[in-house]
C-alpha cells in the first residue's frame, strides 16, 4: 500500500507557479503555470458536454500534436460558450507563453474555469506571463492549488511515496471543483504527477480507468460542465527502466498508488461541496451488471428529494425508494431490494423493514457521513458513488455567483 504523505512533496521533472493576473478578483491567485520536463508522458481526458470550452477544444487540438510542455489554467473565466472568439483568445495566451518560453505553441496547454459566456481577458493572462515563469518552482504545488480555486473553499493537494523495485516513487496532485460537478468529468481541474517513467500510450490507458473509478464516480448536483480537465504527467525523471508493457509487475503498483491519490482527491471534491453539510457513500450490490448498479447510485445521488432529505437529516426513506424504483433497471422486483443507512436495515419485502424504528432512521441520518446501501439481490456486481446533500447555501452561492 501506498503511504499517503501530510507533507505535500514536489515531484522532480515538473515545476509549478501561481501568480495574481487580475482576471476576477484583484490580489488574488488566478494564473497557474505547469512546466514539464522534456519527454515527459502526458495522460488526459476531458468533459463529455457537447458544449465543451475553447481552452478544452484547443488542448485537445494540441495535445494530437505534439507532446506538452506547458499547462497554463486561469480561474474567473471559464472562456466557455464564446465560440470562434474563444478559440483565438486561448491560442493567443498559449503563443504568448510559447514565445517568451521558446517552445512550440502546441505545446502549451490551455485551462480555464469560472464563468461562462464571457470573453477571456487576454491581455491580463499574457501581461503576468513574465512573473509566472519566473515563480518557477518545484515546491509550488499549495500555491498552485490555491491558484485553481474557484468557489472551494480550500485547496485540495496531496502526496503518496512508494517504491518499485527498491526506486522511490513520488506522486502528487491536486483539483478544484466545489459545483457544477457530475461525472463525464465535472466541473472539475485535476493534475497530477510523476517522477515514475511509464510509455505514453500505457499511462494513458492507466489514466483513463483511475479516472473512472474516481473522478468520474462523485457528483454534487448533476451537472456536467464545459470545461473538465484531469491530467496526468509522468517526468520519468526518476531512475528506473520505463514501464511500457501491460503486464510489468511494476503497473499494479503504480495503479494502487494512483487510484488512492486520484479518490482522495475526488472525494475532496464532494466534501467541499457547495453548501454541502454531508459525505455521502451510495452503494449499489448484488446488480446484474456495474452499469445497472451505477444506474440507481446516481438516481439516488441526483436526486433533489433525496439530498434535502440528507440536509435535514431526515429519514425520509420514501424518497430512497421512489428513487431506486424510477431507475432505468429493467424489471426491478422491489420485494428483493434492500436498503439500509449507516447499517441500519431500513426496507425490506417491498416496505419497511419489520425492526425498524424512526428512532434508529434519525439516528442514522445525524452524522456527518452517511452510508446508503442498496442490495438488488439480481446479481454479483456492484458500484459506489460519493455525493453531498442539497442546502440552503447551495442556491444562495449559485444565485449569487455572477453578482
Known sequence: MAASNAAVLPV???RLAAVSAGIKTPGRLDLVLLELAEGSSVAATFTRNAFCAAPVQVARDHLRSTAPRYFLVNTGNANAGTGEAGRVDALACCRALAETAAVAVESVLPFSTGVIGEPLPVSAITDALPAALAELADDQW????EGIMTTDTRPKVASRQFELDGVTITLTGMAKG???IKPNMATMLGFLATDAAVAPGLLQHLWSDVVE???NRVTVDGDTSTNDAAMLVATGAAAHPEIADPADPRLPVLREALQSLALELAQALVRDGEGASKFVTVEVAQAASEAEALEVAYTIAHSPLVKTALFASDPNWGRLLAAIGRAE??????DRVELRINGVLIAEAGGRAAGYTEQQGAAAMAPAEIHIQVLLQRGEESATVWTSDLSYDYVRI???YRT
Not at 499549495?142 to 492549488?145: D, L, R, T
Not at 433497471?329 to 422491489?334: I, T
Open 398 to 400: 449559485n444565485a449569487e
Open 12 to 14: 522532480a521533472g515538473l
Open 329 to 334: 433497471v429493467a424489471d426491478l422486483d422491489v
Open 178 to 180: 466545489a459545483g457544477m
Open 142 to 145: 499549495p500555491a498552485a492549488a
Open 213 to 215: 473509478h474516481s473522478f
